[in-house]
């Protein structure tokens, strides 16, 4: 597994460094071993390889199962090497659920785009809970990611020809409180939210989109 994902990294930095003005940001905020889940903002199907590409950790990524569905079986080998598992936007996935948990309690560190579905300006969409479920259950620390420049890179074969100025900028590690028994909804609202505007403190103002705070006098 880690010989196909490696592979595809020194890959995919060589594109970078060819194509793209490619900057990272906050490499020292990751922490080196332990479980982690990072949170980040999702303009375009490029953003798993460019956080592979810029975070010093091995990755795995909860993906929509529409990408396994477009792939053929060879693709689907291959996005499973990489680290990918999908999961069902549509609802509850408990598979899905129960197999994050799993590399979380082996320390592994895990990506999720709690918009679930890539942007369709630069501008952030409303987050879902299930992200907050996931950390409270697991216990691990939480690093925001913010990403720009990706959205221009709308075609799957970009991949092969990233372009343009792209930024990855990477925060502080935090974790939730602890809360016993079911948290109810309006409190993993808040959390969530709390969660996106850390996400948004790392971006410019121009891509926080629903979670833009008031404008002060």
Known sequence: MSTIYNITNVLQRGTLRLFADWKVSGTENVPPVGPVVIVSNHLSNFD????SCSLPRRLNYLAKDGI????????RWYLRQYGAFPIDRGGADVAAFRWSLRQLQHDAALVVFPEGTRS?????????????????????????????????LGAFLRVVNPTGRIRVNIGQPFSLPSIEGRPPRELLESMTTDIMHRVCDLLPESYHGYYARPTKN
Do not use: D, H
């Not at 798993?48 to 956080?51: E, G, H, I, M």
């Not at 299930?130 to 720009?148: K, M």
């Open 48 to 51: 798993p390889s460019l956080l």
């Open 68 to 75: 396994f569905r477009a792939v053929t079986p060879l693709g």
């Open 120 to 152: 369709q300006s630069a501008g952030m969409n409303p987050a879902k809970s299930g992200v907050v479920s996931l950390i409270l259950r697991s216990g691990a620390p939480v690093l925001p990611v913010g990403i720009t420049g990706t959205e221009r």
